[in-house]
C-alpha cells in the first residue's frame, strides 16, 4: 500500500508521467535496450553515476546524449585517450591581460566536466592520474584546483562507457573509483528482431531533433522525493545482508568463498537501498518491495566484488548464485 503526503503521491504521480514520455521520446531512436532504460532511470533518479558496459556499436552514446537532450541537461562529451591530463577535463588557469588596465592574472578556464550530464567515454583508456580526476566531482558535485572550490550546475551525472573485451591501451578502473558508480550496466547485443529494426531505421535518413519533456527543476524534485520513499526495516535488513553475502568471512555462502576475493562495502548498500526506492518509484509505489531489492542488486553488486582468477566465472554468474542461494 502506498504511503505518504498527498503532495508527495502527486509528485510521484507526475514523475511516473514524466519519464513515459521520456521513454516514449527515446524509442523513437532507441530500438530495445527497456531493461537497460530501466536502470538509467533508476540512477538518474537516484542522483547517482553509471558505468555501461559493452562492446562498441551497441548505442551506449546515442542512449545518452538522448537522454541529455529529453532532460534538458547540459550535455558534454569526452572521449578518454592514453595521453589526455586531468586539466583536459577539469580545466586550468591561464593567464589574461585585463584590455582596461593591462594588469595581468590567473584566471580558472572551467574545463568540460563543468556540466550536468557528461559522457565519459571509453574510460578506461586514460591513466589512472585522469581518471582519479573524476573522484571529487563524482562524490562532492565539485571540484577543486589551486585551493579554490568549483560547484557544479544540479543535477549532476557521469555516465561512463567501457568496452569489456579489448585490454590493449587501456588501464583497470581502481576499486575507490568502481566504488562511485551507484550502478554498473550491461549492455548485449540486441535480438534478431530489434537488429533488423535498426538496419531500417539507419537507412530512412537522419533523426529528428528531440524536444525536451523534462527540466532539470523537474528532475530534482523527484529526486528528493526518492529520498522521501520509506523503506521497512525488514528490507534495510535484507540490503545489508545481501551485500554482507559478498564479504569472505562473514556470512557468505560456502559456495562462493573460493571465487570472490573482495566483497562490496557499505557505500553499496546505500546504493542498493536508494535503487530500490527509485524502482519502486517508477513503478507507481511510494514503499519498497523486496522485489525492488532484488531486482536492482545485480546492478550495484557486479562492479564491486573483486573476484578470485576463476576463467569459469564472472561477476554476473556469481552474482545470480548469491541471489538465488537466498537470504
Not at 6 to 29: A, G
Not at 49 to 63: M, Q, S, Y
Not at 131 to 142: I, Y
Amino acid at each position: 500500500m502506498n504511503s505518504g503526503s498527498q503532495s508527495d503521491l502527486k509528485l510521484q504521480n507526475q514523475c511516473v508521467e514524466s519519464f513515459s514520455k521520456v521513454r516514449e521520446s527515446m524509442h523513437q531512436r532507441i530500438v530495445g535496450m527497456d531493461r537497460v532504460i530501466d536502470a538509467l532511470f533508476w540512477t538518474l533518479l537516484g542522483r547517482g553515476h553509471a558505468l555501461f558496459i559493452g562492446v562498441p556499436g551497441l548505442a551506449k552514446t546515442l542512449l545518452i546524449s538522448t537522454l541529455s537532450e529529453l532532460v534538458g541537461l547540459k550535455f558534454n562529451r569526452i572521449q578518454f585517450t592514453p595521453d589526455m591530463m586531468p586539466s583536459d577535463l577539469i580545466g586550468s588557469e591561464i593567464l589574461e591581460e585585463d584590455k582596461s588596465t593591462g594588469r595581468r592574472s590567473f584566471q580558472f578556464r572551467k574545463g568540460p566536466i563543468f556540466c550536468q550530464l557528461l559522457l565519459a567515454d571509453e574510460i578506461n583508456r586514460t591513466p589512472p592520474k585522469t581518471q582519479s580526476a573524476l573522484l571529487q566531482a563524482m562524490q562532492e558535485n565539485r571540484v577543486s584546483y589551486a585551493g579554490q572550490n568549483y560547484d557544479f550546475d544540479l543535477p549532476f551525472a557521469v555516465f561512463a562507457t567501457q568496452n569489456p573485451i579489448e585490454s590493449e591501451g587501456t588501464y583497470p578502473l581502481p576499486e575507490a573509483q568502481l566504488d562511485r558508480f551507484l550502478f554498473s550496466i550491461p549492455i548485449h547485443y540486441p535480438s534478431k528482431e530489434d537488429e533488423m529494426d535498426i538496419v531500417r531505421r539507419t537507412n530512412l535518413g537522419f533523426d529528428k531533433p528531440l524536444e525536451a519533456v523534462l527540466s532539470a527543476a523537474e528532475l530534482l524534485s523527484y529526486q528528493d522525493l526518492v529520498r522521501r520513499v520509506p523503506i521497512e526495516e525488514t528490507l534495510i535488513s535484507l540490503v545489508v545482508e545481501i551485500v554482507r553475502k559478498t564479504r569472505p568471512g562473514e556470512s557468505m555462502p560456502e559456495s562462493l568463498r573460493e571465487q570472490i576475493r573482495f566483497g562490496a562495502g557499505p557505500r553499496a548498500s546505500q546504493a542498493l537501498a536508494l535503487g530500490a526506492k527509485a524502482r519502486a518509484l517508477l513503478s507507481g509505489r511510494f514503499a519498497v518491495r523486496e522485489e525492488d531489492v532484488i531486482s536492482v542488486a545485480p546492478y550495484v553488486l557486479e562492479h564491486r566484488v573483486v573476484l578470485r582468477r576463476l576463467r569459469q566465472k564472472d561477476a554476473s554468474s556469481v552474482i545470480e548464485s548469491l541471489l538465488s542461494a537466498g537470504v
